[in-house]
């Protein structure tokens, strides 16, 4: 039974920090395509960064791109979302997501497991 667990959330003023990590389990993730997405208040969930396991392939969305940055670490079986330069506008809950397919997609219907979620708000 595949498990996403994210964690790294929590509040943050404008210009902070934060990483938030989504540890996998349940099988080999060696041909999946893992995903962070966000939620606000209100809002669909929209696509954010994701990343292809193997070959560690990145794509980001324009609304995100040059501050966040999403890394996976083999050993741990854990993917990362580094986030610096945050702003108010990127207050929501974000998820981890995992789809088994090889394409990259930014349509959250694509991925079949996701994380419970964490959130992130940025003060300003």
């Known amino acids: 039974q595949v498990q996403l667990v994210e964690s790294g959330g929590g509040l943050v003023q404008a210009g902070g920090s934060l990483r938030l990590s989504c540890a996998a389990s349940?099988?080999?993730?060696?041909?999946?395509?893992m995903g962070w997405f966000r939620q606000a208040p209100g809002k669909e969930r929209e696509f954010v960064a994701a990343?292809?396991?193997?070959?560690?392939?990145?794509f980001y969305a324009d609304s995100v791109k040059g501050r966040f940055t999403i890394s996976r670490d083999y050993a741990k079986n854990t993917v990362y979302l580094q986030m610096n330069s945050l702003q108010p506008e990127d207050t929501a809950v974000y998820y981890c997501?995992?789809?088994?397919?090889?394409?990259?997609?930014?349509?959250?219907?694509?991925?079949?497991?996701w994380g419970q979620g964490t959130q992130v708000t940025v003060s300003s």
């Open positions: 997501a995992a789809d088994p397919s090889s394409f990259v997609s930014v349509v959250p219907g694509s991925y079949e497991y």
């Open positions: 349940g099988r080999t993730f060696s041909s999946y395509v």
């Open positions: 990343i292809r396991w193997s070959g560690g392939s990145t």
